[in-house]
């Protein structure tokens, strides 16, 4: 157990809709990365953030967002479902600071996310 | 170029053997790698870490790191069936607000 967790677990949503997924970081961890995984595909890096800010995105559109609360809990945001987004997505949970970092992080069990 | 090659293969290895995964990079200024084990319908696992040039290792399993030529290996001694899964190579971006995945090896041990 990485005590990161994630919720739900599995979701079915209907193309169109909006999808909220939670992360609770590990204790004393307050850096969250969230990543796509398409079936077959390594993780695809969406976004990070630190103390709350956003500090690194990856190709993904504005309508992946995201949010970090002041006890590093997270949220990822999805608009607008396409049939694409169906994939497992990670959240990743580490120490880290603004700047150069050799910690390493640890992931939740994710959220398998159906878009029909 | 993708940043973080891969072979996404399956690669069989009998068992007892040793199982040798490899991965390229292309950020030259690339700080920190890692390899994650993933079983089907989990999520990734962390198995080992190396920042310097040179081998890790960490009972069976051995990191190897050679910057000048962007390359990490894994080597698996004593492969056993429960070894059978995907293998993740990831790497920090110079940036280092990223980290960055291949698509995996898949690797089975056959008994």
């Known amino acids: 157990e990485t005590g990161v967790t994630q919720s739900p677990t599995h979701l079915i949503k209907t193309r169109g809709q909006q999808v909220t997924l939670r992360c609770s970081s590990q204790?004393?961890?307050?850096?969250v990365s969230w990543y796509q995984q398409a079936l077959g595909q390594g993780p695809q890096f969406i976004f990070q953030y630190y103390r709350e800010e956003e500090n690194g995105r990856g190709n993904f559109p504005p309508r992946f967002s995201g949010l970090q609360f002041p006890n590093y809990s997270s949220e990822l945001n999805v608009n607008a479902l396409e049939l694409d987004d169906s994939a497992l997505y990670l959240c990743?949970?580490?120490?880290?600071?603004?700047?150069?970092?050799?910690?390493?992080?640890?992931f939740g069990p994710g959220t398998r996310l159906t878009v029909l | 170029q993708k940043e973080v090659e891969q072979n996404s293969g399956p690669l069989s290895v009998p068992e007892g053997a040793i199982a040798s995964l490899n991965c390229t990079y292309s950020d030259r200024g690339s700080q920190s790698f890692f390899w994650y084990r993933q079983y089907s319908g989990k999520s990734p696992e962390l198995i080992m870490f190396?920042?310097?040039?040179g081998d890790k290792e960490d009972g069976r399993f051995t990191a190897q790191l050679n910057k000048a030529s962007q390359y990490v290996s894994l080597l698996i001694r004593d492969s056993q069936p429960s070894d059978s899964a995907t293998y993740l190579c990831a790497v920090r971006s110079s940036s280092a607000s990223k980290i960055i995945f291949g698509s995996g090896t898949r690797l089975s041990i056959r008994p």
């Open positions: 990743a949970s580490r120490h880290g600071t603004s700047g150069t970092s050799t910690d390493t992080q640890y």
């Open positions: 204790s004393g961890h307050n850096t």
């Open positions: 190396i920042y310097s040039n």
